[in-house]
């Protein structure tokens, strides 16, 4: 059974930079495509980015682009997310999580999910 946990979390100023770390454990990570998602109060879970399997493939939401980086170690088995120029929009739980199935920008298909770290930006 893989298991997720999140880091990093916290209160930064708008502008500010955080780094989100999401640690995996049981089973190794590189069998699975990875993930970054948020979920806002009242609003849906959205996807933020995600690695395919082998690292090849990167993908980030729009509303990220530029201003997030992800990256998987597999080696480590872990993966993170580097959050800069945060605005108060990016304020969410943040979660991370891990799937076998393609279309990684589908929160449905993810069979692992962390427990969650709250980021919130405000000044």
């Known amino acids: 059974q893989l298991k997720l946990v999140e880091s990093g979390g916290g209160l930064v100023q708008p502008g500010g930079s955080l780094r989100l770390s999401c640690a995996a454990s049981?089973?190794?990570?590189?069998?699975?495509?990875v993930g970054w998602f948020r979920q806002a109060p009242g609003k849906e879970r959205e996807p933020i980015s995600c690695?395919?399997?082998?690292?090849?493939?990167?993908n980030y939401a729009d509303s990220v682009k530029g201003r997030f980086t992800m990256a998987r170690d597999n080696a480590k088995n872990t993966m993170s997310l580097q959050m800069n120029t945060l605005n108060p929009e990016d304020t969410a739980v943040y979660y991370c999580?891990?799937?076998?199935?393609?279309?990684?920008?589908?929160?449905?298909?993810?069979?692992?999910w962390g427990q969650g770290t709250q980021v919130t930006v405000s000044s």
């Open positions: 999580a891990a799937t076998s199935a393609p279309d990684l920008f589908n929160a449905r298909v993810y069979h692992y």
């Open positions: 049981g089973v190794a990570l590189d069998h699975y495509g």
């Open positions: 690695i395919s399997s082998s690292g090849a493939s990167t």
